[in-house]
């Protein structure tokens, strides 16, 4: 995998951005940013199971990001962003108000790389890694303080 990643590298230089962002240390006393990004955030197995982490994130602490590189929407996308109640009727993910924001990422590898970093994010989950081609290919730039490939 190195060795491709390596060569994906080579033919795209761009893939090494780091945002300056990136390298700061973080502000004592501020809710972290936490951006979840995906292609899948609908009824797909990637946003069900995510449901219920981003649900268990304690607003106090956390400012929760949803990040899209689709536009594919259902109630799905609706029951993540904490809009609606889940559509299986778990009554335990009740919802008053929305409890994330949703980001539609634009066209474009560049151009998705410079609106992901400029969130500020202090941590980046890539929830669908190697599902998708752009996801895969954002994940070698360096946009948050820290990056997670899965959940």
Not at 16 to 42: C, E, M, N, V
Not at 85 to 113: D, I, K, M, W, Y
Not at 132 to 139: D, I, K, P
Request: glycine letters at 8%; proline letters at 4%; aromatic letters at 8%.
């Amino acid at each position: 995998m190195r060795d491709i990643g390596q060569l994906y590298r080579q033919l795209h230089p761009k893939l090494d951005y780091t945002s300056r962002y990136a390298a700061t240390p973080p502000l004592k006393g501020q809710r972290k940013r936490i951006g979840f990004l995906s292609a899948h955030w609908r009824e797909h197995s990637v946003c069900k199971l995510l449901c219920a982490v981003i649900h268990g994130l304690d607003r106090q602490e956390f400012e929760v990001v949803l990040l899209s590189s689709s536009r594919r929407q259902d109630v799905w996308t609706s029951h993540a962003l904490g809009e609606v109640s889940c559509p299986f009727g778990h009554a335990s993910s009740q919802r008053s108000a929305p409890t994330a924001e949703l980001v539609n990422l634009p066209n474009g590898l560049l151009a998705g790389t410079e609106q992901i970093a400029g969130l500020r994010l202090d941590v980046l989950v890539f929830a669908d890694i190697g599902m998708e081609t752009t996801t895969y290919m954002w994940a070698f730039a360096r946009m948050a303080r820290v990056q997670v490939c899965g959940v």
